[in-house]
C-alpha cells in the first residue's frame, strides 16, 4: 500500500504550486503581511498598479505607501484585525510612484499563523467617475428633466414620472421595454454610437429625435452614464433626459422670423449699422444691412471682411472730420450726425448723413448704433439754392452801386428775403417728410423685434435681437423729435380740437410710464384736482405729449423716490376754465445757468447729463412750443440736487359729452 502521509504531501505540494501561479497570475492584488507593518508577500500585479518594484514595496512600511489623509483610518483597521475581524470592503489610497492616487477596496483575514492575507481591488476608476457624479449633481439636478436606468440588455429597470411623460407614457408600461422604443428610427444609429462611447469612456452626451406614443416628434438632450457594481461588473447604464423640443421648435421659429427681419430690414431706407471702435484703435462692423448694396453698391460682407473699406469709400476731405466726429462722440458717449461724401463700388459719389447713438461695452470699446441715409438729392437741392442765393447777391451788389436804383434795390431785397424763407421752409418740409417715411420702417422693426423677443430664445439669439430693438427705439426717439421739429418749423404743426376724458388722459400718461418707474424702483403717482370736469374741448394728442415728454425726463433724471403727476384747477369762468399740470420729481434737479437754457433747441442741463442720461435736447423745446401754440404757458421750479417741478398751464372749453 502506498504511504499515506507521502500521498498527503505531495497533494499539498501540488496545492501549493496551484496556489503559487494563481498568486502570480492574479488581476487583483494579493497581499501577505504582518502585524509590523510590512508586506511579506505581493503579487507582481503591484507593480504594474504602483510603478515601483516588489523590492521597493518590500524596503519600506507599507504604511509609507498610504495615501498621509487615509493612514489613521488604515491603522484603525489593521487593529480591527488584530482583534480576529475581517475587514471587509474598506477602501483607502495608495500613492503610485509617478504621484498619483490609486483607490484600493480591501478584504483582509488574520491568519492563526500572524499574518494578515488580503485582497485589494482597484477601483479608481470608479472613483473619478463617482467625482465627476458628484461634481455634475447640482447641475444634473437643475438641467435633467428625465431619469432612466437601463440593464445591461438595454430594457428599462427605472423610469421617473417625468422621462415616461416626455414620451407619452406611464412609468411601468416603460419597464422591461428595450430602449429603441424612445428613440425615432433614424436616431437609432448615432445613439448606439453615443451607447458605444459611454461603454468605452463611462460616459457620453447626445441630442437626439424621438417618438412619442401617439406618434409626435420630441427632442431631447441626453447624458448616457455607465453603471456597474463593486466588483467592476457591467450593470447597464443611468440615462439623463432634458426635454428640448420646445428650443427646437423655436430655434425653427426663429430661422422663419430671422429670414422675415432680413426682409423687412432689406426694405428700411437707408442703412443699418453697428460701429465697433477697439481699445486698440481697430475698427469694425458686426452688423450692417443689405441696404448697402443699394446705396454703396458694396454687400455687407465686404465692410465686414475689410473694416477699412469704410474709410477708403469717404471723401479725402471729410476722412479727418469724420474722424474728429467719431473721437469726440466716443470721449462723451453723444449722439452724433454727420454729413459726408462717400464714393460708391461704381466710383459715383454721393452725400449721406450719418445718424448713430454710442455705447460703452464691458471690455471698453464703443459700439455705435446707426442709419446712413442717402442725401445726395437734398444736397444737389441745396446746392442749387446756394447758386440762387449767390446769384442773386450778385445782382444785390451790383443795384447798390448804384444810387438811382435804391428803391428798386429795397424791393429785391424783400423778394430775396422772402426767397430764403421759403428755401429754409421747404428744407425744414423735406426733412419732416423724410422723418416720416424713416418712421414707418423702423416702426416695423420695433414690432418685429417685440414679437420676436416674446419667442423661445437662446441668451445669445436674445442678445443680438436686444440690440436691433434698442437701436430701432433710439433710432425712432431720434427721428419723432426731429419731425415733430420739423413741422414746427414748417409751420406744419395744427391742433385738433376735440371733446376728451381730461382726466382719462393723465391717468393714462402714468399707466403708460408705470413699467418704466418700476423698473428704476420709483413711486410713480397721479393727483388729480376732484373739481376738474371729466370732459373738457381741446387737443388731447399735444397734451398727452407734452405730458409724456415731461414725465419721462423725470423718470429719466430720478434715481430714487417719487415722480407725480398733478392737475389742477386754476380758474373756471362760465364755460372757460384753466388748468395747470404739473410733474415733480426727486431727481438730479437744476442749476439756475441750466433752467435758463433749458426749452431751447438741441439743448439740456449741460454736457455731463447728455453724456450720462443720452437724448437729442429737443423734447422740452418741442413741449413748450406745443403748450404756447395751445395757449398756455410753461416754466419749470427747481433746486439742483433736490428735484424739479416742471408746470403748464393750458385753457380749455368744458363739454357736454
Not at 423687412?264 to 484703435?281: A, N, S
Not at 402714468?510 to 381741446?538: F, M
Amino acid at each position: 500500500m502506498p504511504d499515506e502521509s507521502a500521498i498527503a504531501a505531495t497533494n499539498a505540494a501540488d496545492k501549493q504550486s496551484e496556489a503559487d501561479i494563481f498568486f502570480m497570475l492574479s488581476r487583483e492584488l494579493l497581499t501577505i503581511a504582518d502585524f509590523t507593518g510590512y508586506f511579506k508577500r505581493l503579487n507582481p500585479f503591484w507593480e504594474k498598479v504602483l510603478g515601483y518594484s516588489l523590492a521597493e514595496l518590500y524596503a519600506k512600511p507599507f504604511i509609507d505607501f498610504v495615501h498621509p489623509d487615509d493612514r489613521t483610518i488604515t491603522m484603525t483597521q489593521m487593529e480591527v484585525l488584530a482583534q480576529g475581524t475581517d475587514v471587509i470592503d474598506f477602501e483607502n489610497r495608495y500613492i503610485a510612484k509617478d504621484g498619483s492616487e490609486r483607490w484600493f477596496l480591501w478584504s483582509a483575514h488574520a491568519g492563526d499563523d500572524g499574518l494578515i492575507y488580503a485582497i485589494a481591488h482597484d477601483i479608481t476608476e470608479r472613483k473619478l467617475t463617482e467625482t465627476e457624479l458628484l461634481n455634475n449633481s447640482a447641475a444634473l439636478e437643475n438641467a435633467v428633466e428625465g431619469i432612466a436606468k437601463v440593464d445591461s440588455y438595454g430594457r428599462f429597470t427605472f423610469v421617473n414620472a417625468r422621462y415616461a411623460e416626455h414620451l407619452g407614457y406611464k412609468p411601468e408600461e416603460l419597464l422591461g421595454s428595450h430602449w429603441h422604443i424612445s428613440v425615432h428610427p433614424d436616431d437609432v444609429a448615432e445613439l448606439q454610437r453615443a451607447y458605444d462611447r459611454m461603454i468605452a469612456h463611462g460616459k457620453s452626451e447626445i441630442e437626439a429625435r424621438g417618438i412619442t406614443r401617439d406618434g409626435n416628434l420630441s427632442h431631447s438632450q441626453i447624458v448616457l452614464i455607465k453603471a456597474w457594481d463593486q466588483k467592476q461588473r457591467f450593470l447597464g447604464h443611468h440615462c439623463f433626459m432634458k426635454d428640448i423640443t420646445a428650443r427646437k421648435q423655436a430655434e425653427a421659429s426663429l430661422q422663419k422670423t430671422e429670414l422675415k427681419l432680413t426682409n423687412l430690414l432689406r426694405h428700411v431706407p437707408g442703412i443699418l449699422y453697428q460701429f465697433v471702435l477697439h481699445k486698440d484703435e481697430t475698427f469694425s462692423f458686426p452688423y450692417m444691412s443689405e441696404s448697402s448694396r443699394n446705396i454703396l453698391g458694396y454687400e455687407p460682407a465686404d465692410f465686414q471682411n475689410d473694416s477699412k473699406l469704410a474709410f477708403a469709400c469717404i471723401h479725402q476731405d471729410d476722412v479727418e472730420p469724420i474722424k474728429k466726429a467719431l473721437t469726440k462722440s466716443a470721449k462723451e458717449l453723444t449722439p452724433f450726425r454727420f454729413e459726408l461724401r462717400c464714393f460708391t463700388k461704381s466710383a459715383e459719389l454721393r452725400w449721406v448723413l450719418l445718424s448713430s447713438t454710442p455705447e460703452k461695452l464691458a471690455d471698453g470699446s464703443i459700439l455705435w448704433n446707426g442709419l446712413l441715409t442717402d442725401i445726395t438729392e437734398l444736397k444737389m437741392a441745396e446746392a442749387k439754392i446756394k447758386q440762387l442765393n449767390e446769384d442773386l447777391a450778385q445782382r444785390i451788389s451790383v443795384l447798390a452801386a448804384v444810387n438811382q436804383e435804391l428803391e428798386i434795390l429795397t424791393h429785391k431785397l424783400e423778394i430775396a428775403y422772402d426767397e430764403a424763407l421759403e428755401a429754409s421752409k421747404l428744407k425744414s418740409e423735406f426733412v419732416a417728410n423724410i422723418s416720416h417715411e424713416v418712421r414707418t420702417p423702423i416702426s416695423a422693426v420695433i414690432g418685429m423685434s417685440e414679437l420676436l423677443l416674446d419667442s423661445q430664445l437662446n441668451t445669445e439669439q436674445r442678445q443680438f435681437v436686444n440690440i436691433v430693438s434698442d437701436s430701432a427705439q433710439s433710432l425712432l426717439t431720434i427721428i419723432n423729435d426731429i419731425l415733430d421739429f420739423s413741422k414746427m418749423e414748417a409751420g406744419r404743426i395744427e391742433l385738433e380740437i376735440i371733446d376728451f376724458n381730461l382726466i382719462s388722459i393723465v391717468k393714462g400718461c402714468a399707466d403708460w410710464l408705470e413699467s418704466a418707474a418700476k423698473g428704476k424702483n420709483l413711486r410713480l403717482l397721479t393727483n388729480i384736482d376732484p373739481k376738474l370736469p371729466p370732459y373738457v374741448k381741446g387737443d388731447p394728442v399735444r397734451l398727452r405729449q407734452v405730458l409724456l415728454n415731461l414725465a419721462s425726463n423725470a423718470i429719466k433724471f430720478t434715481a430714487q423716490g417719487t415722480v407725480i403727476l398733478t392737475a389742477q384747477m386754476m380758474e373756471q369762468r362760465g364755460d372757460a376754465l384753466r388748468v395747470r399740470f404739473e410733474v415733480s420729481d426727486t431727481g438730479i434737479g437744476l442749476s439756475e445757468g441750466s433752467k435758463k437754457r433749458l426749452f431751447q433747441p438741441f439743448s439740456q442741463a449741460d454736457g455731463s447729463t447728455t453724456r450720462k442720461y443720452g437724448g437729442t435736447g429737443l423734447g422740452l423745446s418741442i413741449s413748450k412750443r406745443l403748450v404756447e401754440l395751445m395757449g398756455g404757458d410753461i416754466d419749470v421750479e427747481s433746486e439742483e440736487g433736490l428735484g424739479s417741478k416742471f408746470w403748464f398751464t393750458l385753457p380749455f372749453q368744458t363739454s357736454e359729452t
